[in-house]
């Protein structure tokens, strides 16, 4: 997966890599344009071994563009040391882009998470799911 995290968009320009590029950069300083979201992001990835965003509240709440996350909610969620972390964004009733899920997996075949959006009835429940992968 590489050492820098990365999104997944549904851009289909040429220029995909660069917008990808920009995106993740952007998410990452908690500056992206999430009301108009010009690179149509679906997923964030986060590194194999850690990364900033996952630790902290205030970078969560950065990176998703979601207040509604509560420090009791964060607390609960409980990422193992060496895992594939990931966001899961989508549009609120309003039309603007939040992470709505947050989870990791630690060997591709499952993924555990946790619902961030504060519009859902699972807000703040955790769960798993199998990937096709198994």
């Given amino acids: 997966m590489g050492r820098r995290p990365f999104i997944m968009t549904y851009t289909s320009s040429t ?18 344009d999430y009301t108009n979201d010009p690179a149509k992001v679906i997923v964030y990835f986060g590194n194999w071994t850690g990364s900033s965003v996952f630790t ?15 420090e009791q909610i964060y607390n609960g969620i409980s990422f193992p040391n060496n895992c594939y972390k990931m966001i899961v964004f989508g549009k609120n009733g309003a039309g603007k ?3 709505k899920y947050v989870g990791y997996s ?29």
Wanted: charged share 20%; glycine share 6%; net charge positive.
């Fill in 15 to 32: 220029d995909r890599k660069e917008i990808s590029l920009a995106a993740s950069t952007a998410i990452r300083a908690g500056n992206y």
């Fill in 56 to 70: 902290s509240l205030n970078n969560l709440k950065l990176i998703t563009n979601n207040n509604a996350i509560t």
């Fill in 97 to 99: 882009l939040i992470g």
């Fill in 106 to 134: 630690a060997n591709g075949k499952a993924y555990n998470y946790w619902c961030i959006d504060p519009e859902s009835s699972s807000f703040g429940k955790q769960e798993s799911k199998n990937t096709p992968y198994n």
